[in-house]
C-alpha cells in the first residue's frame, strides 16, 4: 500500500526555510491568559523553542527567526533525504510539543509548516520580509489592543486597522502615550537563534600540547539589526555564507 501514500516521494534541495505557524494562537493567548499586545513570557517560550530546534531536535537548522507565534528555519542541509513530508510534520509536531512544555500548557497546542526554495541570497531578502511583517504585525498588534481598549470588538478593529497606514497608526499609538519606535527590540524586530563557532584551547595530554578546536554554540539575539539596512543585510550575508 505505500504506493498510494501521497506526495511520500517529494523531496527539495537546500537551501530552503522551513516556516512554522501556529494555529488558532488567539484562542490560546486567552487560555494562557497572555498580557496584550505583548507577552514576555510568551516571547520567551517561544525563544527556547527556537533554541531547541535548532540545537536539540535532530533537525539541525542552521538558524531560526521567530516572532509573534512564527518560527523560520534556514537549512544548508536537510534530514530525511529532503522529504517534505517528514520535514513539515516533525518539525511542526517538535515545535507544538516543545512550546507544549515551554508553557507549562493544558491545552493542546499545534503549528503547520510549509517550505520556501529559496537560495543564499533570497535567504537574506526573505528574513528581511518576515522582518519587515514582524513590524506590520507590532503595528498592528499595539493599534487593535487600543482600539479595543476604547471599546471596539476585534472584527471592528480589525476593519479599522486594516485602512490605516503605518504613519497613521504611529499618531494614533503616540496620542496614547505610546512610541512605538522605543517598544522592546524583540517586538519590532523579532529574535534571532542560529549557530555560531567558537575557538577554544585546552591541553591535550596524548599530543602533550595546547591544540586549538572550534566549539560550536547557540546564539540568542533578542535584540537583532534591521534586516533590511546595509549593516543587517550584511551581517546576514556573513550569517549564511559561513553555513
Known sequence: MKHREIYSSLTCVPPVFLRIDGRGFHVMAEEWGLERPFDL?????????????????????????????????????????????????????YAASALTLAMDSRAVVSFDARIIQVSPELAVTYLADRQAEAWRNHLNAYGQETLMREGMTRPEAARVLKGMSSRELHELMFSHGVNLAKTPAWQRRGILVYKSGKQVEGYNPLLAKVVRTIRSAVVCEREPPVFSSPEGRSFLTGLVSSL
Open 41 to 93: 513570557r510568551f516571547s520567551e517560550a517561544m525563544e527556547r523553542v527556537s533554541r531547541e530546534l535548532v540545537a536539540d531536535s535532530g533537525l539541525s537548522p542552521d538558524l531560526a527567526y521567530c516572532f509573534s507565534d512564527e518560527i523560520n528555519l534556514y537549512f544548508s542541509h536537510l534530514p530525511f533525504g529532503g522529504r517534505v513530508e517528514k520535514l513539515d510534520s516533525v518539525s511542526a509536531s
